[in-house]
């Protein structure tokens, strides 16, 4: 059974390709030339809302963009000239060619040729990141709604210029951090598959997306 929490979008779309697989996860940078010549179908299921997080430990509910790229560039290194306590930040990142950081460079302006502070602690795996989130006191990183959710109060969202990363905000474009989730299939879907994504598509399938932080598109 192919690892595929492991595989990145292009490599899934390859085992689609190829008939390991029956259906993909995939987030953005599909080209529509694979999508033709492929044969492949593409299925829109959800958005998700792409957050700064803080460790439970941080006090502090809202950050500009401006203040997010002092942070993220070194300038400010402490809490304190934000409104916190006088300790120490524990920036948290993910590589430049994750979906995370792609999408906050493309929507927030200062990010785009930021060079991170040499402190910064990468964090390979989204799993990586949610871990170091939940168990660094005074953390900040970049991740998903999902794992704010699924963290069980351990991890908290901040609000980007005063704009909550809320299912309604999120579904009226006013908080603009956001990913698509799509499902990839190859031709027409077979009686199981279509079955499948009858259920994701439901109401039944808004419920389980929502509950685990995302926005269903209906």
Not at 31 to 54: C, D, M, S, Y
Request: charged share 20%.
């Amino acid at each position: 059974m192919l690892g595929l929490g492991r595989l990145g979008t292009k490599a899934r779309l390859q085992a689609l390709a190829e008939g390991k697989i029956q259906i993909a996860l995939a987030s953005h940078g599909i080209p529509p030339e694979e999508v033709q010549k492929g044969n492949l179908h593409v299925i829109e299921v959800a958005k998700g809302a792409i957050v700064f997080a803080v460790n439970a430990s941080v006090p502090l509910t809202n950050l500009t963009e401006a203040q997010v790229c002092e942070i993220y560039s070194g300038k400010v290194r402490s809490w304190h000239p934000l409104g916190g306590p006088d300790r120490p930040i524990a920036v948290l990142t993910r590589p430049p060619t994750e979906v995370d950081p792609e999408v906050i460079r493309a929507k927030v302006g200062c990010f785009k040729e930021l060079k991170e502070v040499e402190t910064a602690t990468v964090m390979a795996r989204g799993g990586d990141m949610a871990k170091g989130l939940a168990d660094t006191p005074d953390a900040i990183g970049m991740t998903s709604m999902t794992v704010v959710e699924q963290s069980g109060g351990t991890v908290k969202a901040l609000t980007l210029n005063g704009v909550a990363p809320t299912a309604e905000q999120v579904r009226s474009g006013r908080y603009g951090l956001t990913r698509d989730f799509l499902f990839v299939i190859k031709g027409e879907p077979t009686p199981p598959i279509k079955k499948f994504l009858d259920f994701v598509l439901s109401p039944d399938g808004d419920r389980v997306i929502l509950a685990n932080g995302a926005v269903p598109l209906r």
